[in-house]
C-alpha cells in the first residue's frame, strides 16, 4: 500500500508535468475548441471557427505554406503576401546579378508590370483537415514487422489519397498528404490548393533584411526587418494556374487586416503557421544522441563555411552565387552550437530521465501495462547506442562528401539521367542551369578539399570511398577536379554524346559513385536501426498518451498547420538580468559597425533613424519599434509566420527563437522560451519611407 501510495505522488509530478502550459503547445486547427477557454482568458477575442472554417472563409484562408518550407500570410484582396525575407531569400538570389544586386541594394516593384515571375516557387493554402486513422491502420496487425506495417499503411495512404484527389475537378492544383501524428498512433490528412504563379514584389537590402547576421542569428535582441513581399497569381476565373502573362492578381477567400496600434506586455498574441519538426516525445537516449549529431554537423558546417566565406568577402559574383547556400548551411550550423548549449545548460537529459522514471512507475502500478511497456525503453536505449557510430559516418558522409562537394550534385543528375527513364531531358537541363548559374569551380575546390581533409581524419578507414583509400585528400581532389563538369562548357561537350562508358571515365562520376557504395551500406543500416526505434518509439508515445488521457496534448510538428497562443512576454535568462520585450532603432545605431557586412547601416535608413521619421508608424511612447517577444511555442518552418493579436489583425511577423530556448525542438521551458517577431509597423516603415513604395501600402487593410 506504501509503495502505491509513492506510485501515485510520483503520477501526480508527471501529469502536473505534462499538461501543457497556456504559452505551450502547437496546435491543430480543427481542434482549436479544446483551448477556447484558455484562449479566451488571454485575449482572444474570436471564436473558433473564425480560426478554422471549411464552409465559409476563415483565419486559415489566409496563412500559405511559402515554397515548400516557410509560412507566408496574405495581406491584401489581391493575393499580397508578406513573409520573411531568409524565406524568400532563394528567390531574391535566384533574380540578383551582378547588374541586378537585389541583394545588396534591395528592390521594389512601382507596379504590377515590375513583379517579377519566380520559377519554381509557389505557394499552398490548406483547404480542409480530417482524421483517417481508421482507414489508414486497416489491416495493420498487432505482432507485424515495421516493414510490414509500413507496407500496409502505404497502400492504404496511396489508396486513399487517390480517392482523394478524384473529388477534385482541378486535381493537379490539389495536393492531398497524409501524415502520422503522435508516432503513427494517428493519421490525418490535409488537402492543400496549390497556387505557381508567385512574383517578386519587394525585399529590403541585406544591410536591412539580415541586419545581425551571423552573429545576431537565434539571439536577443535583435533589430532585423526579416520580411520580403511576393503575389500569388491566379487565372482570369481566380483558379491556380501556371504561370501566364495573362494571369491576374489572386482574391482571397480572407486577408489578414493590419494593426498599427502596437502592443505592451501582456497582450495577447498567436502565430499560425507550418512548424517543421520537433521531437518533444524524445528520450534521454535520444537526446544524447542528437547532441552528438548536432555537435558533427557544427563542425563539419563551420569548417567549409569558412572557405565559401573567404570567396564571398573577395568577389562580389561569388557572393551573389553562394549567398543562398551559405543562409542556408549557416542557420542550422548555429541552430545545431546553440542548441546543445541550451540542452545542456538546462540538463534537457536529466528533466527526460526524470520524465522515463514517472513512466515506469505508472506502468509498474498494472500488471497489463508493465507487460506491454516494459520493452520500451529498454530498446530505446539499446539501439540508440549501438548506431551512435553508424549515425556518425552517415552524417559525415551526407555533410562532407555528398552536400559538401558541389559537383557531386550536377554528376548524380547526369547518373540518374543515364541510368533511369524516370529523370527526363528536360529535368536534367534545368539542374544544370540552376548548377551552373550559381557555381564557382575555384570555391568549390578549397571546400571540397577541406571536406576531404575532415572525413579523413574523424571517419575510420573502412568507411572510406575508394578515391581516399589510396589517395591523399590533395591528390583526391585534383583528380576530382579533373571532371568534364567543372565548367559549363566542358558540361555541354560531354552532353553532345553522352553514354554510359563515358559517364564512368569522368573522374566526378567516379567519385559519385563510390561515394553512394558507402553511403548506401551506410544506408541499410541506418533504417534498420530506424525502423527498429520507430516500432518503439510508437509504443512510447501510445504509453505516454494512455497515461495522460484527459489532458489537452498537441503532436510533435511535422510541417502541418498549428496555431500556438500566448502572450507579449519579456524574460530574464540569467540573474540580474532582465530583457525587455521590444527593441527600437535605437539599437541599429548601437550596433552600427561601418563597412561591416552584418552591421553597416545603409545612409538612408541612418538619415531616417536620426530625423525621427517614422510616420504613421511610431510608437505611443514616440519610438519607432523594430522587434519584439511573444512566448509562442515556434520552430523552423513558423519563418514568415503572421503574430495575430486577439481580434484577428497581423501585428508582426515571427523569425527566429532566442539561444536559451534552442532546446525547445526537445522541450518546451515556459520561463525562458520566447518568439522573436519584427513589428509590422517597422516592416511598414520600410516599405514605405524606405523603399517608396506606397502603392503597396495604399493596398493594405488597416484595423481601426
Not at 509560412?71 to 525575407?85: A, R
Not at 550559381?438 to 578549397?446: M, N
Request: charged content about 25%; some cysteine; glycine content about 6%.
Amino acid at each position: 500500500m506504501k509503495l502505491k501510495q509513492i506510485l501515485l505522488a510520483v503520477l501526480i509530478s508527471v501529469f502536473a508535468f505534462s499538461q501543457a502550459k497556456a504559452d505551450e503547445g502547437m496546435w491543430l486547427l480543427n481542434m482549436l475548441g479544446k483551448n477556447y477557454k484558455q484562449m479566451k482568458a488571454q485575449g482572444f477575442k474570436l471564436k473558433p471557427e473564425d480560426v478554422y472554417n471549411v464552409n465559409k472563409s476563415s483565419l486559415k484562408d489566409a496563412i500559405v505554406i511559402f515554397g515548400g518550407y516557410c509560412t507566408g500570410e496574405i495581406v491584401s484582396d489581391q493575393g499580397l503576401i508578406f513573409t520573411n525575407h531568409h524565406c524568400g531569400y532563394t528567390s531574391i538570389q535566384q533574380h540578383s546579378s551582378l547588374a541586378n544586386d537585389y541583394l545588396k541594394e534591395g528592390f521594389w516593384a512601382k507596379s504590377f508590370s515590375e513583379e517579377i515571375p519566380t520559377p519554381g516557387l509557389y505557394v499552398s493554402i490548406l483547404q480542409e483537415i480530417s482524421d483517417v486513422t481508421d482507414k489508414i491502420t486497416a489491416g495493420v496487425k498487432p505482432n507485424m514487422t515495421e516493414s510490414d506495417r509500413q507496407s500496409v499503411i502505404h497502400d492504404n495512404t496511396t489508396k486513399l489519397t487517390n480517392e482523394a484527389k478524384l473529388k477534385y475537378s482541378e486535381a493537379d492544383f490539389y495536393n492531398v498528404e497524409i501524415k502520422p501524428f503522435f508516432e503513427g498512433n494517428a493519421y490525418y490528412m490535409l488537402v492543400y490548393l496549390v497556387y505557381n504563379d508567385v512574383r517578386m514584389v519587394g525585399t529590403p537590402p541585406d544591410a536591412i533584411g539580415k541586419f545581425g547576421g551571423d552573429t545576431d542569428n537565434w539571439m536577443w535582441p535583435r533589430h532585423t526587418c526579416d520580411f520580403s513581399v511576393f503575389r500569388v497569381y491566379a487565372n482570369k476565373d481566380n483558379k491556380p494556374a501556371e504561370y501566364s502573362k495573362d494571369n491576374v492578381p489572386f482574391t482571397p477567400k480572407h486577408h489578414l487586416p493590419i494593426s498599427l496600434k502596437g502592443y505592451k506586455e501582456g497582450d495577447f498574441a498567436m502565430v499560425m503557421g507550418f512548424p517543421g519538426t520537433t521531437v518533444r516525445s524524445s528520450t534521454s537516449y535520444e537526446i544524447k544522441k542528437d547532441m552528438l549529431e548536432n555537435g558533427y554537423r557544427a563542425k563539419i558546417r563551420g569548417i567549409r563555411q569558412d572557405k565559401l566565406m573567404e570567396d564571398m568577402e573577395a568577389f562580389d559574383e561569388i557572393r551573389i552565387k553562394y549567398a543562398t547556400k551559405f543562409a542556408h548551411s549557416s542557420n542550422y550550423w548555429k541552430k545545431s552550437i546553440e542548441a546543445n548549449k541550451s540542452l545542456t545548460s538546462l540538463n534537457i537529459v536529466g528533466e527526460k530521465e526524470k520524465e522515463e522514471q514517472n513512466f515506469i512507475a505508472w506502468y509498474s502500478l498494472n500488471s497489463d501495462r508493465k507487460n506491454e511497456y516494459q520493452n520500451v525503453l529498454p530498446t530505446i536505449k539499446e539501439v540508440c547506442e549501438q548506431s551512435q557510430e553508424n549515425s556518425k559516418n552517415y552524417l559525415y558522409l551526407l555533410e562532407c562528401l555528398l552536400n559538401g562537394m558541389e559537383l557531386t550534385n550536377i554528376s548524380n543528375a547526369v547518373v540518374s539521367f543515364l541510368l533511369s527513364d524516370s529523370y527526363t531531358e528536360e529535368e536534367l537541363k534545368q539542374t544544370a542551369e540552376s548548377f551552373y548559374k550559381d557555381y564557382s569551380k575555384s570555391t568549390d575546390y578549397k571546400a571540397s578539399l577541406a571536406m576531404l581533409e575532415l572525413y579523413k581524419q574523424d571517419v575510420a578507414p573502412e568507411y572510406w570511398p575508394e578515391y581516399l583509400k589510396n589517395n591523399t585528400p590533395q591528390s583526391a581532389v585534383d583528380s576530382l577536379f579533373a571532371s568534364a563538369f567543372t565548367t559549363k562548357e566542358g558540361y555541354d561537350k560531354f552532353m553532345e554524346d553522352p553514354s554510359r562508358e563515358k559517364m564512368m571515365a569522368d573522374p566526378a562520376i567516379k567519385f559519385f559513385m563510390d561515394n553512394v557504395s558507402v553511403y548506401t551500406s551506410l544506408l541499410q543500416v541506418y533504417r534498420y536501426n530506424k525502423d527498429l526505434l520507430k516500432s518503439a518509439r510508437r509504443l512510447y508515445l501510445k504509453g505516454c498518451n494512455e497515461m495522460n488521457s484527459g489532458k489537452l496534448l498537441y503532436p510533435d510538428a511535422n510541417f502541418t498547420e498549428r496555431l500556438t497562443y500566448g502572450n507579449v512576454q519579456s524574460y530574464s535568462p540569467k540573474d540580474g538580468v532582465h530583457m525587455s520585450y521590444y527593441t527600437t532603432t535605437d539599437g541599429i545605431l548601437e550596433k552600427e559597425k561601418p563597412g561591416d557586412y552584418e552591421f553597416d547601416v545603409p545612409k538612408k535608413l541612418k538619415d531616417l533613424i536620426l530625423a525621427k521619421d517614422f510616420g504613421r508608424y511610431v510608437d505611443a511612447d514616440g519610438t519607432m519599434h523594430t522587434c519584439f517577444l511573444t512566448n509562442n511555442d515556434i520552430t523552423g518552418g513558423n519563418s514568415g509566420s503572421p503574430v495575430i493579436d486577439g481580434k484577428g489583425n497581423l501585428i508582426g511577423l515571427a523569425f527566429d527563437g532566442n539561444s536559451e530556448s534552442m532546446c525547445s525542438d526537445w522541450i518546451f521551458n515556459t520561463k525562458l522560451q520566447r518568439c522573436i517577431n519584427v513589428d509590422i509597423r517597422y516592416v511598414l516603415f520600410i516599405i514605405d519611407k524606405y523603399g517608396n513604395c506606397k502603392r503597396l501600402i495604399d493596398e493594405l487593410t488597416f484595423a481601426k
